[in-house]
């Protein structure tokens, strides 16, 4: 089964702060990774799938990256909105793999 | 619009069973396979289980394999999880969620969660 490790576990940045946090897949997973966003008491949030791709109403200064084993999420100009917890999915197949999370904390 | 609302959860004594619904609508039900994943209460989320969209297919994480079963009924748009021989591990907020639009395997659309809680 794929493992995913996510880093750091948690990160306090400032407003308009950038902030990237990491995932590596323990096998090649090529593409297929995703992030989410969730914040407390919701629901978590598809942001970008696969790797790259943003998805539909998500503001673009979030942004992915990676192949492979090794996958980043960026978020350029930190906003309030923004304060949460993410996550990233290994979505190459059964059985599905979270990354422990990350989150984002207010400096 | 995009609708899943979870329901069915609840107390359960350790040993106990519980039947879990997510009602759908917004979208051909019958076109994409549905998901079940869990948070434990402070933890992260945990895949639990996943049936194709005839239902012909499901898959199961090795934590529930061979106490919960994932179902579906197409004709009113309802996907359901039946929990049995439940411990104070099964204790989370399970959601429902839809399979994405593309060859990955992501989540588009979640429920808002039903709470589960294991205790004597």
């Known amino acids: 089964d794929i493992q995913m490790t996510q880093s750091p576990s948690s990160v306090s940045a400032s407003v308009g702060d950038r902030v990237t946090i990491t995932c590596r897949a323990s096998?090649?997973?090529?593409?297929?990774l995703a992030w989410y966003q969730q914040k407390p008491g919701k629901a978590p949030r598809l942001l970008i799938s696969?790797?790259?791709n943003l998805q539909s109403g998500v503001p673009s200064r979030f942004s992915g990256s990676g192949s492979g084993t090794d996958f980043t999420l960026t978020i350029i100009s930190l906003q309030p909105e923004d304060f949460a917890t993410y996550y990233c999915?290994?979505?190459?197949?059964?059985?599905?793999?979270f990354g422990g999370g990350t989150k984002v904390e207010i400096k | 619009e995009v609708h899943l609302l979870d329901s069915g959860g609840g107390l359960v004594q350790p040993g106990g069973s519980l039947r879990l619904s997510c009602a759908a609508s917004?979208?051909?039900?019958?076109?994409?396979?549905m998901n079940w994943v869990r948070q434990a209460p402070g933890k992260g989320l945990e895949w639990v289980s996943a049936?194709?969209?005839?239902?012909?297919?499901?898959y199961y994480a090795d934590s529930v394999k061979g106490r919960f079963t994932v179902s579906r009924d197409n004709s009113k748009n309802t996907l359901f999880l039946q929990m049995k021989s439940l411990s104070a591990d099964d204790t989370a907020v399970y959601y429902c969620?839809?399979?994405?639009?593309?060859?990955?395997?992501?989540?588009?659309?979640w429920g808002q969660g039903t709470l589960v809680t294991v205790s004597s």
């Open positions: 969620a839809k399979d994405g639009v593309g060859q990955q395997r992501d989540f588009d659309y």
């Open positions: 917004g979208f051909t039900f019958s076109g994409y396979a």
């Open positions: 049936i194709s969209g005839s239902g012909e297919r499901t």
């Open positions: 096998q090649d997973i090529s593409s297929w």
């Open positions: 696969p790797a790259s």
């Open positions: 999915q290994q979505a190459s197949g059964f059985p599905v793999a």
